[in-house]
């Protein structure tokens, strides 16, 4: 063990003495590997692990939560219920991050924060501040730092406005159609070394969801040696270099729409072609139904979604999801890292994009990419990988600014209109003839 990971070193060493310990005080348990009991209130859960939450627009965004180990925060059987619809429609089974690859530029250190670095044991109780208008709940963490005080205070559940759901000029002067919207945000702080991670849910009114991770805290202290021109200096004059960095984080989707796991995956690509003397170009888009495991390359115009096999809506649109990957910074430096969305069929053993800790048969590889192996994808797992690669700054002491990566869920067909749409313009569904 190097030198300057000593901080980290010891915190995994305690770690692993505490977690072995809890093993030894819950009966059947094992030591850090094994898996959580199946606490899993999902489908339904009791009052105190239910989410529900009715926006000021009206639309009821509803889940279960429970907490796991490795990953933390696992959020289950996640409903979204706009106004105009009799009941909830299902969106996801089950979310949960997949993994926090963090790669050191110099090829010194690499951490797998989730599966090694005992990020579910590190929730951090949050002080009264840091949950505005909300509610903080107790969470009993598995494997707790103290088994003796396993119960933190650190799910936050609160709401945020986030300006214009839209805007619309009507027909009379004067006349303007808008909304705020707010969404529905359910947070944990999660602490891993020197780093802590915030991991955001955001439930919007209008029927998307975003899920972001935001690192701060403070750098590695260890970190401050890359006079190799692989860090940045942050000290006064030529000196102080910090060490850059990756981080590469996994969210782990199981898609529920409409209440079955049984969806198809399409992939979109829009090509545009130049027009002689001038002339606006042309664009083509094409679909192409991934009708087998994937690992999914970003690529311009290029997007994916997950269609139901079941449910409509009412304009008899197969409802779907598509998933808006945020800005990432790709880490080419591990297969896992290497594509931006896997699609895998469905395996209850596979729970982390790499080091998955899992016993899943002699043979069985560890990471995300070796599960994409041409298996017909008929109930998918959707991984999306978002990297960032932390090129340290001056503004990062201190505390260090939260930085953000992460991704969306947009609703395609979901609903037949806008879910916010108001009443005097419900007819306007097609083809709006103006007098324009
Ligand atoms: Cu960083």
């Not at 090694?116 to 963490?141: D, H, N, Q, W």
């Not at 403070?218 to 000290?235: N, V």
């Not at 649109?317 to 896992?336: C, D, L, M, N, V």
């Amino acid at each position: 063990m190097r030198v300057n990971r000593i901080s980290r070193a010891r915190t995994a060493a305690g770690a692993v003495a505490l977690a072995s310990l809890a093993g030894g005080l819950t009966a059947g348990a094992g030591p850090a590997t094994a898996q959580p009991r199946a606490a899993a209130p999902a489908p339904a859960c009791s009052a105190a692990y239910r989410i529900e939450q009715k926006l000021a627009n009206g639309t009821t965004w509803r889940m279960c939560w429970r907490y796991e180990a490795k990953a933390g925060l696992v959020l289950e059987d996640v409903s979204y219920q706009p106004p105009g619809e009799a009941k909830p429609i299902k969106v996801l089974n089950s979310a949960k991050l997949g993994q926090i690859h963090v790669p050191y530029d110099d090829g010194k250190n690499e951490y797998d924060d989730l599966t090694s670095y005992f990020f579910g044991a590190g929730l951090m109780p949050l002080a009264p501040g840091e949950c505005p208008g909300g509610t903080i709940r107790t969470v009993k963490v598995p494997e707790a730092w103290d088994p003796q005080n396993p119960n933190v205070k650190g799910l936050c559940t609160t709401t945020r406005a986030r300006g214009h759901a839209y805007r619309m000029q009507g027909d009379t002067p004067g006349k303007v159609y808008q909304k705020q919207g707010t969404d529905l945000l359910v947070y944990t702080v999660n602490k891993v070394g020197w780093y802590e991670y915030i991991s955001e849910w955001r439930f919007a009114d209008d029927g998307t969801l975003h899920m972001n991770v935001g690192a701060t805290g403070t750098l590695a202290p260890e970190d401050y040696d890359a006079g190799d021109g692989r860090g940045w200096p942050i000290g006064k004059g030529a000196k102080d270099y910090a060490t850059s960095h990756s981080h590469n984080v996994f969210w782990r989707l199981n898609f529920g729409l409409d209440g079955s796991s049984k969806a198809r995956v399409e992939q979109y690509d829009s090509k545009v072609t130049a027009s002689p003397n001038g002339r606006t170009p042309t664009t083509k888009t094409t679909r192409t139904k991934i009708t087998k495991e994937l690992a999914g390359n970003s690529a311009n115009m290029r997007w994916w979604r997950v269609v139901s096999d079941t449910g409509k809506n009412k304009d008899g649109h197969p409802r779907s999801y598509e998933i808006a990957q945020g800005a990432t910074s790709k880490y080419p430096g591990r297969s896992f890292t290497k594509s931006d969305v896997f699609f895998t069929q469905y395996n209850k053993c596979e729970q982390y994009a790499s080091n998955n800790p899992l016993n899943c048969g002699a043979g069985h590889p560890k990471n995300v990419d070796k599960w994409v192996n041409g298996q017909t994808l008929t109930n998918p797992t959707v991984w999306v990988n978002v990297g960032f690669h932390h090129i340290a700054r001056d503004e990062d002491q201190q505390p260090m600014p939260v930085h953000w990566q992460g991704f969306s869920l947009v609703p395609r067909d979901v609903t037949a209109m806008n879910p916010l749409t108001p009443k005097e313009l419900a007819d306007q569904n097609g083809h709006v003839r103006s007098g324009r």
